[in-house]
């Protein structure tokens, strides 16, 4: 068991430093690759990743349930934060898949311009914890 947590913190740690990079950089390399079409790979990496942290952070609130009280309010905020993050991910990326264009609405745009950094924090944060609790 502990190999998985750490491989999954592993993936991601991994999935978030490409997501922060390619989000912060991609308008250097926007005449070689197509932004939009990384997004389109990268989608599938996150969507994963987000489910992972779902599944990470339910069963740290479930653990937590015994816990002191800083204990529960951190697993039941990285859960809600997760939730979030997850609910405003699928509902953009699915809109995403079903645009019969390469337009995007602005609405959809900043939307992305606020849940690519969650990712990032959230696959951090999910991943650090996995790594630090690997052996229990």
Partial sequence: M???KKALAVYLMAA???VAAHFMFSSFYREVVDPIAVWGVLDW???VGI???LGVHARRVRAADEASGSARLAANAALWITLLLALWF???WF???NLETDAQSVVSQTIWAIIDPLFVVVACATGRYLWQHADG
């Fill in 2 to 4: 502990d190999v998985a």
């Fill in 16 to 18: 978030a430093l490409v």
């Fill in 45 to 47: 990496f996150m969507a």
């Fill in 51 to 53: 489910v992972a942290a």
């Fill in 90 to 92: 699928f509902w953009n």
């Fill in 95 to 97: 809109d995403f898949l």
